[in-house]
């Protein structure tokens, strides 16, 4: 009887693969989303921009029909201030805070 | 010893291939049997989370960190190289909170450091950024492994690389600390000299100096500045850009009376663009710390300085002393300066018999 060949993941597959029915694979693993706001009527909405080529353009338009069509009260605009910083690291608390 | 049979090495290699844990290449298939061969080279509990990529909530254990150099094509003695390349790594920022995943598709730089250069054989002479040396090159691919299968980043999936950059997942270097006029990397981390050590950061590309052409270390160090700032690398106002000397230019700079912080306070206040230049580009105007096209133009000739201190410009040497080419290695986040020491066979052995 040989050897079985060990698993370099753990068995785990990759993160984000589709899976029937819309869900993605490994996303969920280990780690809680947040809780999300039934809807966006009198929320303050913080978007962040990364500074890709008309991202500032996109969101700012995404803001206006946040505010226009779905009752959010104000948006928050923040930019990342570096690479690969999934919140702009001293950002996070200063988005929270506001 | 019995004749290896290809055929079922090729069953397992293509096994490996169908379960999708390949980056490309032939896998080294990994069995329990070797496995124990690598977790005997280090006291640290298999079980032990050595990484964690909080966007994903995965792990890696010391066990798949393992796995993953025994499939990359690493001697077990290569282990505790391994160990120590993830951790310097896993310093890096950038690499913590999406760099893996990012459209750049940067490359891990990976630096070695004192006697296990020589124990294991590890390049830092000609031809130092590969190929053509084991240590190098699979302890370079175990991390582009583990971020794969344990990590669960794959390309064109949550890795969404644009281009990626040749040499991602092998760029390993030794430092060429015999030929090198300034202290190693790992010294200037605050490690004690012929300590064993790994340091290492994500690269956005490597870029060649050749300059055989003068005696003036001005002159040369005018020709680095010219590489490391050209406008397309630039997107915030600040970045950070090293250098890996060849020894010819080392030393040159060296006999001049450079030492390594002169060469980087040189390069602070030299590298840079003018606000003509930047214009010309559409990169002269600032929202924050990002680049932008400026409205009005400025005064044609400001120079705007894009290195902010030393620690944005690490200096390393290696390479053979047959040519002035030097590499300009731009960082992707920002060198941590950190040099993890590597684990010593002894201290394996003690963690085993307490164990």
């Known amino acids: 009887m040989p050897n079985a060949i060990l698993d370099p993941a753990g068995g785990a597959g990759a993160v984000g693969a589709a899976l029937p029915g819309g869900a993605a694979a490994g996303l969920a693993s280990g780690a809680a989303l947040a809780p999300r706001p039934r809807d966006l009527r009198g929320a303050r909405v913080g978007l962040l921009m990364n500074t890709k080529q008309n991202a500032g353009i996109f969101l700012d338009e995404v803001g206006r029909l946040l505010v226009d069509s779905h009752g959010a009260a104000s948006v928050l605009a923040r930019t990342k201030l570096a690479f690969a910083r999934a919140g702009a690291g001293e950002g996070d608390g200063e988005g929270a805070a506001e | ?355």
Request: aromatic share 8%; charged share 20%; net charge negative.
């Open chain 2, 1 to 355: 010893m019995t004749e290896p049979d290809p055929d079922a090495a090729q069953q397992a290699i293509e096994y490996c291939y169908a379960q999708g844990w390949s980056d490309g290449l032939p896998l080294v298939p990994a069995s329990r049997p070797l496995l124990d061969q690598f977790l005997a080279q280090t006291s640290r509990d298999p079980q032990e989370i050595i990484g964690t990529l909080e966007q994903t909530g995965r792990h890696c254990t010391v066990e798949l960190a393992a796995i993953n150099a025994a499939m990359a094509g690493c001697r077990p003695e290569y282990f505790p190289v391994v160990l120590a390349a993830f951790e310097a790594l896993m310093t890096d920022r950038a690499a913590r909170g999406g760099g893996f995943q990012s459209t750049s598709g940067p490359a891990p730089l990976i630096v070695i450091n004192g006697p296990v250069r020589g124990e294991l054989g590890f390049n830092g002479a000609g031809g130092a950024f590969g190929p053509g040396f084991r240590p190098n090159a699979t302890v370079a691919r175990t991390l582009g492994l583990i971020v794969r299968n344990v990590f669960g980043i794959r390309p064109q999936v949550l890795e969404q690389a644009t281009q990626g950059i040749p040499g991602r997942w092998s760029i390993c270097i030794a430092e060429n600390e015999e030929e090198s006029p300034w202290e190693p990397a790992s010294v200037e981390a605050g490690l004690p000299e012929g300590t064993s050590a790994v340091s290492a950061t994500l690269l956005r590309t490597c870029e060649f100096v050749d300059n055989r052409h003068t005696q003036d270390p001005e002159q040369v160090l005018w020709d680095f500045a010219d590489t490391i700032s050209r406008t397309g690398s630039l997107i915030f106002k600040e970045t950070s850009c090293g250098v890996v000397f060849c020894p010819e230019h080392a030393q040159m700079l060296a006999a001049a009376g450079f030492s390594k912080n002169d060469v980087k306070d040189w390069l602070v206040g030299h590298c840079g663009r003018t606000a003509n230049d930047l214009r010309r580009a559409g990169k002269d105007g600032l929202n924050g710390p990002v680049r932008l096209p400026a409205g009005q133009p400025g005064a044609p000739d400001e120079f705007s300085r894009i290195l902010p201190s030393r620690q944005h410009v690490p200096v390393l040497v290696a390479g053979a002393r047959n040519a002035a080419i030097s590499m300009v290695v731009r960082v992707f986040g920002f060198w941590t300066g950190t040099a993890v020491a590597v684990e010593t066979p002894a201290g394996a052995l003690a963690g085993q018999a307490s164990s």
